[in-house]
């Protein structure tokens, strides 16, 4: 069992960065791929960026890709999602994800074990 809590969500405005943090009770964090995803208000939610347990290689959505950057410290149980150059696009409800398999990079929510509940980001223009 993982527990996710994250935090970091706030508002800012265009341009601007926030950083968001994914703490996880357990002492299975490192074993686990650890994704982000967000959900705007009247949208599906959508996959943002995963990080293999390994933390290595990590793959994000090509809407966020040179903006965003994934990283896990696995010594404190938490995944981290930089966010520079935000554009109002970005507004959403972000959350972060556990997938056991923990050497696989999935943009596909369906495969990911547990979830947090969510940090609101709005990008005001």
């Known amino acids: 069992q993982v527990q996710l809590v994250e935090s970091g969500g706030g508002l800012v405005q265009a341009g601007g960065s926030l950083r968001l943090s994914c703490a996880a009770s357990g002492r299975t964090f490192s074993s686990y791929a650890m994704g982000w995803f967000r959900q705007a208000p009247g949208k599906e939610r959508e996959f943002v960026a995963v990080?293999?347990?390994?933390?290595?290689?990590?793959y994000y959505a090509n809407s966020v890709k040179g903006r965003f950057t994934i990283s896990r410290d696995n010594a404190r149980n938490t995944v981290y999602l930089q966010m520079n150059s935000l554009k109002p696009e970005d507004t959403a409800v972000y959350y972060c994800a556990a997938n056991s398999q923990g050497q696989r990079l999935s943009p596909q929510i369906y495969e990911y074990d547990y979830w947090g509940q969510g940090t609101q980001v709005t990008v005001d223009s």
């Open positions: 990080i293999s347990r390994s933390g290595a290689s990590p």
